[in-house]
């Protein structure tokens, strides 16, 4: 609570320094104290050293056009550290003989720390201030064996103290200040800030701008951002964009974007990036709405966003599974005529992918190479990972066939997706084709291959080389992961191997291998299919003792457990117990406990269920309409059974045969001859085949009518579909 406060407060401050009118701060900074910077004045040198400085001096100024080394060769016994300082006051006229003195007395012994500060002094004053650089970087950047705080005081002494004599140029601190910050060293930094504020001076923003980025903690920045400001720093565009980014990170966009807005009563235009930032944060929020308002108050402006605007966009929403709105936004950078490059088709693509919707899909890669965009093995791996998803293998081993052909390398991702689609078209064989293919081309199969290839062995029953390949896997030093572990226990389940199911299951939670929603759910469906229906609501009740939570699926399988032992009460009781948890039922949950009434002709009980269905907004699938004109005609209510018969072709849904065979035979019952022969007529053309008593019906009644062409027509096609298939399924 006291982080949010002073957070506000900040926010606060920063928005009254914004008001201040510029003249405030120079006042500001012309009212502390400031001090002079010391003269400088070096120890005095004896007889002796004078002439020795005296004759090396002459000697590297009269034989300039010599090497140096070959000069001081006679001199280089008597040279030491003291000296270089008394040298450099009778040659500092000359820049380049001063570093190339420098050098020189550097190979002999390390210099001293003032030596050096005279040295970056006259750089700064040379405007060399690459050299400077590079000068304070071999110190802070290669740090010494020395404590970091003792070392930063002496050196920052020792260049105040030669600042007046040696340079007097202000970018000597700056460039130190950038070097500290490229250092990670912000406490040294922020402490030479505050120390050059006392002689009247202050770091330039660009250098502070750079430390703004390099602080870790973005609530600090903030608060460096409002305190160098009182001091006399000149914030600019770039500056705010930095505290925009901040805030965005610590999840503030509505302030984020309110500090937008402030900039330009500060005297800083927001550019491309102040708006790009934001958008960014706008995005990791799913604010769409907010999104292309600012899009589109940056064309109002004269702004055009860059690729990068749009990118973070599309990718963000497609990472967050939002795929419709990030084509909404991919459309309008169309429209706007920002190309976009191989990342947003490829986010678009591999997003559209994980929906399944190959179409759009495809339809994207297609337009990719229209605009002569070349794919990359991403858009290749994203393509077949999305066919083999939806069970196309076909059409995923095209892709990566031609994937192959353009000379794009596939790599474990690509294999692994076309391994898991294997396994999933029950294509093992195959799945353990691509995996020796991809172990050929010096790949190594990662936990996701191995876990795919176990899970369609299990799928196929084949427990044993699931095992065996369990074994080869942990020997390879791969650890099995959950899902691992959860393909084998649903294999074991559908074996009916329940015991042992159960014993893995626990095994895993000694491990540290936590069992979760998956690996509970296929256990209680076993017990539910079995009737043990008290063990299977243990399990449940297990599962919510350890915190797992159960999705619709798992409380499915109980309804349909409950309603195979005839517990429908129990059921009833199932779906108001998942709606006080908040898990909200859907159509196989109902459909499951309409199903069992509609058998005991309970169709009071059964429509009540379908309006409570109605009432929570779930919404009927076709199952659910199959399941109640089922019921309905059995019970003769043939009002209400072609009233969600038309319904049901209204939304879309279509009559299974076995409807078609209970509306025919409900008319016929209630003595609606032509209802019922409409409906026959329609399950002929549908392809569909009637029972024989009704095709006994309407041979005799087209026999009594005179129709022996259509008696001949539907004797035949008895005979073909009834009796020709009741012999099929005796020899069976």
Same mark, same amino acid.
């Given at each position: 609570?006291?982080?949010?406060?002073?957070?506000?407060?900040?926010?606060?401050?920063?928005?009254?320094?914004?008001?201040?009118?510029?003249?405030?701060?120079?006042?500001?900074?012309?009212?502390?104290?400031?001090?002079?910077?010391?003269?400088?004045?070096?120890?005095?040198?004896?007889?002796?050293?004078?002439?020795?400085?005296?004759?090396?001096?002459? *000697?590297?100024?009269?034989?300039?056009?010599?090497?140096?080394?070959?000069?001081?060769?006679?001199?280089?016994?008597?040279?030491?550290?003291?000296?270089?300082?008394?040298?450099?006051?009778?040659?500092?006229?000359?820049?380049?003989?001063?570093?190339?003195?420098?050098?020189?007395?550097?190979?002999?012994?390390?210099?001293?720390?003032?030596?050096?500060?005279?040295?970056?002094?006259?750089?700064?004053?040379?405007?060399?201030?690459?050299?400077?650089?590079?000068?304070?970087?071999?110190?802070?950047?290669?740090?010494?064996?020395?404590?970091?705080?003792?070392?930063?005081?002496?050196?920052?002494?020792?260049?105040?103290?030669?600042?007046?004599?040696?340079?007097?140029?202000?970018?000597?601190?700056?460039?130190?200040?950038?070097?500290?910050?490229? *250092?990670?060293?912000?406490?040294?930094?922020?402490?030479?800030?505050?120390?050059?504020?006392?002689?009247?001076?202050?770091?330039?923003?660009?250098?502070?701008?750079? &430390?703004?980025?390099?602080?870790?903690?973005?609530?600090?920045?903030?608060?460096?951002?409002?305190?160098?400001?009182?001091?006399?720093?000149?914030?600019?565009?770039?500056?705010?964009?930095?505290?925009?980014?901040?805030?965005?990170?610590?999840?503030?966009?509505?302030?984020?974007?309110?500090?937008?807005?402030?900039?330009?009563?500060?005297?800083?235009?927001?550019? %491309?990036?102040? &708006?790009?930032?934001?958008?960014?944060?706008?995005?990791?929020?799913?604010?769409?709405?907010?999104?292309?308002?600012?899009?589109?108050?940056?064309?109002?402006?004269?702004?055009?966003?860059?690729?990068?605007?749009?990118?973070?966009?599309?990718?963000?929403?497609?990472?967050?599974?939002?795929?419709?709105?990030?084509?909404?936004?991919?459309?309008?950078?169309?429209?706007?005529?920002?190309?976009?490059?191989?990342?947003?088709?490829?986010?678009?693509?591999?997003?559209?992918?994980?929906?399944?919707?190959?179409?759009?899909?495809?339809?994207?890669?297609?337009?990719?190479?229209?605009?002569?965009?070349?794919?990359?093995?991403?858009?290749?791996?994203?393509?077949?990972?999305?066919?083999?998803?939806?069970?196309?293998?076909?059409?995923?081993?095209?892709?990566?066939?031609?994937?192959?052909?353009?000379?794009?390398?596939?790599?474990?991702?690509?294999?692994?997706?076309?391994?898991?689609?294997?396994?999933?078209?029950?294509?093992?064989?195959?799945?353990?084709? %691509?995996?020796?293919?991809?172990?050929?081309?010096?790949?190594?199969?990662?936990?996701?291959?191995?876990?795919?290839?176990?899970?369609?062995?299990?799928?196929?029953?084949?427990?044993?080389?699931?095992?065996?390949?369990?074994?080869?896997?942990?020997?390879?030093?791969?650890?099995?992961?959950?899902?691992? &572990?959860? !393909?084998?226990?649903?294999?074991?389940?559908?074996?009916?191997?329940?015991?042992? *199911?159960?014993?893995?299951?626990?095994?895993?939670?000694?491990?540290?291998?936590?069992?979760?929603?998956?690996?509970?759910?296929?256990?209680?469906?076993? &017990?539910?299919?079995?009737?043990?229906?008290?063990?299977?609501?243990?399990?449940?009740?297990?599962?919510?003792?350890?915190?797992?939570?159960?999705?619709?699926?798992?409380?499915?399988?109980?309804?349909?457990?409950?309603?195979?032992?005839?517990?429908?009460?129990?059921?009833?009781?199932?779906?108001?117990?998942?709606?006080?948890?908040?898990?909200?039922?859907?159509?196989?949950?109902?459909?499951?406990?309409?199903?069992?009434?509609?058998?005991?002709?309970?169709?009071?009980?059964?429509?009540?269920?379908?309006?409570?269905?109605?009432?929570?907004?779930?919404?009927?699938? !076709?199952?659910?309409?199959?399941?109640?004109?089922?019921?309905?005609?059995?019970?003769?209510?043939?009002?209400?059974?072609?009233?969600?018969?038309?319904?049901?072709?209204?939304?879309?849904?279509?009559?299974?045969?076995?409807?078609?065979?209970?509306?025919?035979?409900?008319?016929?019952?209630?003595?609606?001859?032509?209802?019922?022969?409409?409906?026959?007529?329609?399950?002929?053309?549908?392809?569909?085949?009637?029972?024989?008593?009704?095709?006994?019906?309407?041979?005799?009644?087209?026999?009594?009518?005179?129709?022996?062409?259509?008696?001949?027509?539907?004797?035949?096609?008895?005979?073909?579909?009834?009796?020709?298939?009741?012999?099929?399924?005796?020899?069976?």
């Amino acid at each position: 609570m006291l982080a949010f406060t002073s957070f506000g407060h900040c926010l606060k401050l920063l928005s009254h320094q914004d008001r201040m009118p510029h003249f405030l701060f120079k006042r500001t900074l012309s009212q502390i104290n400031t001090r002079p910077f010391p003269d400088y004045s070096p120890k005095k040198s004896v007889i002796k050293d004078s002439e020795l400085v005296h004759q090396i001096t002459t *000697a590297v100024k009269l034989r300039r056009a010599e090497n140096l080394h070959r000069v001081l060769k006679p001199y280089e016994s008597k040279f030491r550290a003291d000296h270089l300082i008394w040298i450099f006051m009778n040659i500092k006229s000359d820049y380049q003989l001063v570093l190339d003195f420098f050098d020189w007395a550097c190979l002999r012994r390390d210099p001293t720390i003032e030596a050096r500060c005279i040295v970056i002094q006259i750089a700064v004053a040379s405007k060399d201030l690459r050299t400077a650089h590079g000068l304070f970087q071999d110190v802070w950047v290669k740090k010494p064996d020395l404590d970091v705080s003792l070392l930063f005081n002496r050196f920052l002494e020792r260049l105040i103290y030669t600042y007046k004599d040696w340079g007097s140029n202000p970018r000597v601190f700056d460039v130190f200040f950038q070097v500290l910050v490229e *250092a990670r060293l912000p406490c040294e930094a922020r402490k030479l800030f505050d120390k050059i504020l006392n002689y009247g001076l202050v770091i330039s923003v660009d250098s502070c701008n750079l &430390y703004l980025t390099r602080l870790s903690n973005h609530f600090e920045a903030i608060k460096v951002f409002r305190k160098f400001r009182e001091v006399g720093v000149c914030w600019n565009t770039e500056s705010h964009n930095i505290v925009i980014h901040c805030l965005c990170r610590l999840g503030k966009v509505r302030e984020s974007h309110q500090f937008l807005i402030q900039m330009e009563f500060r005297g800083c235009i927001p550019d %491309v990036v102040s &708006y790009s930032t934001l958008i960014n944060g706008y995005s990791q929020v799913g604010e769409l709405t907010n999104i292309l308002t600012l899009i589109e108050e940056m064309y109002t402006k004269g702004l055009k966003p860059n690729p990068y605007t749009y990118n973070s966009v599309i990718i963000l929403l497609c990472k967050t599974g939002k795929i419709i709105e990030a084509e909404k936004i991919f459309t309008d950078m169309m429209v706007h005529g920002i190309i976009p490059d191989n990342v947003v088709y490829t986010t678009l693509i591999h997003g559209f992918c994980k929906l399944g919707n190959l179409s759009a899909a495809c339809n994207l890669f297609d337009g990719m190479l229209a605009r002569r965009i070349l794919p990359d093995s991403l858009t290749y791996t994203a393509l077949i990972s999305g066919f083999c998803r939806i069970g196309k293998i076909i059409e995923a081993d095209k892709i990566f066939r031609e994937m192959l052909s353009l000379g794009f390398e596939p790599d474990e991702y690509t294999y692994t997706a076309l391994v898991d689609g294997y396994c999933k078209s029950g294509k093992i064989k195959d799945a353990f084709f %691509v995996h020796n293919q991809m172990v050929h081309r010096g790949l190594i199969p990662n936990v996701v291959t191995y876990t795919a290839l176990v899970d369609g062995l299990c799928k196929n029953e084949d427990l044993d080389t699931a095992n065996l390949l369990l074994h080869e896997m942990c020997e390879k030093g791969l650890q099995p992961n959950i899902c691992t &572990y959860n !393909s084998i226990v649903n294999g074991l389940c559908k074996s009916g191997n329940i015991t042992q *199911a159960v014993k893995l299951m626990e095994d895993m939670d000694v491990a540290g291998m936590f069992p979760d929603t998956f690996t509970y759910t296929p256990l209680i469906d076993t &017990y539910c299919k079995i009737g043990e229906m008290a063990k299977a609501h243990e399990l449940l009740r297990i599962m919510l003792y350890k915190g797992v939570q159960p999705t619709v699926v798992t409380f499915n399988v109980l309804m349909n457990g409950f309603c195979i032992s005839g517990m429908l009460e129990d059921g009833e009781r199932l779906i108001k117990w998942m709606l006080e948890k908040n898990v909200m039922p859907n159509a196989g949950t109902y459909n499951c406990l309409m199903k069992q009434y509609c058998i005991r002709n309970n169709m009071r009980a059964t429509t009540d269920i379908f309006k409570g269905m109605f009432a929570r907004g779930v919404v009927p699938d !076709s199952n659910t309409y199959n399941i109640l004109i089922q019921g309905h005609c059995k019970a003769r209510n043939m009002k209400e059974a072609s009233f969600l018969r038309k319904e049901m072709v209204e939304r879309g849904f279509n009559l299974t045969p076995s409807s078609y065979n209970a509306l025919v035979k409900g008319f016929l019952k209630r003595k609606k001859i032509s209802e019922a022969r409409e409906v026959f007529e329609e399950m002929r053309k549908e392809g569909f085949v009637a029972e024989r008593e009704i095709y006994n019906h309407f041979v005799d009644v087209n026999f009594e009518e005179g129709n022996m062409g259509t008696t001949l027509e539907l004797c035949d096609e008895a005979i073909e579909q009834c009796l020709v298939a009741e012999g099929k399924n005796g020899r069976k």
